[in-house]
């Protein structure tokens, strides 16, 4: 049974960190390809992070790009997002998501942001940034 589960919100001050993760369970880690998303209210879930399955590429949303850092952990089955210098526009919930790609073949720079390409998702994590 494969399991997302997302922890590491919480309320932070602008120009504050965060880490958060993604435990994985039921599969192959270096199988899947993982990303992060996040949903602020009101607006559309977007595209934050992604890391590769195989070697681990790891793609980045412009506004997060210097700010932001995806990273696995291939012993714990596990996935980081480090926040750092957060900002007030981050504040959304966070949902990781893993995509089946064991060849490799599918995840790249203007595929990783598809939400379809994505078979399993956790339940998320809320991240509040605010004084």
């Known amino acids: 049974q494969v399991r997302l589960v997302e922890a590491g919100g919480g309320l932070v001050q602008p120009g504050g960190s965060l880490r958060l993760s993604c435990a994985t369970s039921?599969?192959?880690?270096?199988?899947?390809?993982i990303a992060w998303f996040r949903q602020a209210p009101g607006k559309e879930r977007e595209g934050v992070s992604c890391?590769?399955?195989?070697?681990?590429?790891?793609y980045y949303q412009t506004s997060v790009q210097g700010r932001f850092t995806i990273s696995r952990d291939n012993t714990k089955n596990t996935v980081y997002l480090h926040m750092s210098n957060l900002k007030p526009e981050d504040t959304a919930a966070y949902y990781c998501?893993?995509?089946?790609?064991?060849?490799?073949?599918?995840?790249?720079?203007?595929?990783?942001?598809?939400?379809?390409?994505?078979?399993?998702w956790g339940q998320g994590t809320e991240v509040t940034v605010s004084s």
């Open positions: 890391i590769t399955s195989g070697v681990g590429e790891t």
């Open positions: 998501a893993a995509g089946a790609d064991r060849e490799g073949l599918i995840f790249g720079p203007y595929v990783w942001q598809r939400q379809v390409e994505y078979g399993y």
């Open positions: 039921g599969f192959t880690l270096t199988d899947y390809a």
